[in-house]
């Protein structure tokens, strides 16, 4: 059976704060000390038939995934790792949409509960100025090109400090102990992350999808910027203009015609 709290992450004490709140996304969360990845978890009790809403949460994950086959960091007793089933009446071309509301309600969460000014980089990035302070990976199973249902997966470094974190990513990552000079509660985040979680995939599927690009773009850290691009097709430049209904960035190449790019990784070449 899954454990109900580790240290400073206690799943029945952010449970019953988001019963009061009448969440739909949180309604029920599994907690797990050690899994192999919450999204596996998560894709595995969406297709067992667990209604849309449940979350599953771990203190540690042996296989945690980011995009493109990446691992994600996953210590024990430091960071948030969270994935949550949902079940939208969706085209398949436009899922991308799910990952930029997640984003949208980690930034805000974070904000509204530290003094952390965190923003998006298209297409799944949570940063502080240049460094990775969290990701989302959507994860779908559909039929005739409709999605069955999602796995929204979200990963938060909270109290791992610099010194914990792998030689090759520790230029590049940061969180939120480090960026705060302090600890914070893992429980309280949880709860305010899926708090706002709820209400922007409420706000999504009740037909706001402009009100969701709309509060990412004035988040996000991409859209106006010269950047590169390493997408699948290969390595495009040019000046990120704004993000399409289908989540897909829309770059301006040097010569002037306009391409929508609906992978990648994105480096800013203009930094500010």
Same mark, same amino acid.
């Given at each position: 059976?899954?454990?109900?709290?580790?240290?400073?992450?206690?799943?029945?004490?952010?449970?019953?704060?988001?019963?009061?709140?009448?969440?739909?996304?949180?309604?029920?969360?599994?907690?797990?000390?050690?899994?192999?990845?919450?999204?596996?978890?998560?894709?595995?009790?969406?297709?067992?038939?667990?209604?849309?809403?449940?979350?599953?949460?771990?203190?540690?994950?042996?296989?945690?995934?980011?995009?493109?086959?990446?691992?994600?960091?996953?210590?024990?007793?430091?960071?948030?790792?969270?994935?949550?089933?949902?079940?939208?009446?969706?085209?398949?071309?436009?899922?991308?949409?799910?990952?930029?509301?997640?984003?949208?309600?980690?930034?805000?969460?974070?904000?509204?509960?530290?003094?952390?000014?965190?923003?998006?980089?298209?297409?799944?990035?949570?940063?502080?100025?240049?460094?990775?302070?969290?990701?989302?990976?959507?994860?779908?199973?559909?039929?005739?090109?409709?999605?069955?249902?999602?796995?929204?997966?979200? +990963?938060?470094?909270?109290?791992?400090?610099?010194?914990?974190?792998?030689?090759?990513?520790?230029?590049?990552?940061?969180?939120?102990?480090?960026?705060?000079?302090?600890?914070?509660?893992?429980?309280?985040?949880?709860?305010?992350?899926?708090?706002?979680?709820?209400?922007?995939?409420?706000?999504?599927?009740?037909?706001?999808?402009?009100?969701?690009?709309?509060?990412?773009?004035?988040?996000?850290?991409?859209?106006?910027?010269?950047?590169?691009?390493?997408?699948?097709?290969?390595?495009?430049?040019?000046?990120?203009?704004?993000?399409?209904? +289908? +989540?897909?960035?829309?770059?301006?190449?040097?010569?002037?015609?306009?391409?929508?790019?609906?992978?990648?990784?994105?480096?800013?070449?203009?930094?500010?």
């Amino acid at each position: 059976m899954p454990a109900s709290a580790v240290s400073d992450l206690s799943v029945d004490a952010a449970q019953n704060a988001l019963a009061r709140r009448s969440v739909l996304l949180g309604r029920e969360v599994v907690f797990f000390e050690n899994t192999d990845s919450t999204n596996i978890r998560a894709a595995r009790f969406a297709l067992e038939g667990s209604p849309e809403g449940l979350v599953v949460v771990a203190d540690q994950q042996s296989e945690g995934r980011g995009r493109l086959g990446r691992t994600w960091f996953s210590p024990p007793g430091r960071n948030l790792y969270l994935s949550a089933v949902v079940r939208p009446a969706l085209p398949v071309s436009e899922v991308a949409v799910l990952t930029l509301l997640a984003a949208v309600a980690c930034a805000r969460a974070l904000r509204r509960l530290t003094p952390v000014e965190v923003s998006i980089k298209w297409p799944n990035d949570l940063v502080v100025g240049d460094r990775k302070l969290g990701g989302i990976l959507t994860e779908l199973s559909a039929r005739h090109n409709t999605v069955s249902h999602a796995v929204i997966g979200i +990963g938060v470094n909270v109290n791992m400090t610099a010194a914990e974190v792998p030689d090759e990513i520790r230029p590049l990552a940061t969180s939120l102990r480090e960026e705060t000079g302090r600890p914070l509660s893992r429980t309280d985040l949880l709860v305010e992350i899926l708090a706002d979680l709820d209400r922007w995939y409420r706000v999504f599927t009740a037909g706001g999808k402009a009100l969701v690009l709309a509060e990412w773009m004035r988040l996000d850290t991409t859209v106006g910027r010269e950047v590169l691009v390493a997408a699948p097709s290969g390595t495009l430049t040019g000046t990120a203009e704004a993000v399409d209904g +289908g +989540g897909r960035l829309i770059l301006r190449l040097p010569d002037g015609s306009v391409t929508a790019v609906s992978s990648g990784d994105v480096t800013v070449l203009n930094q500010l």
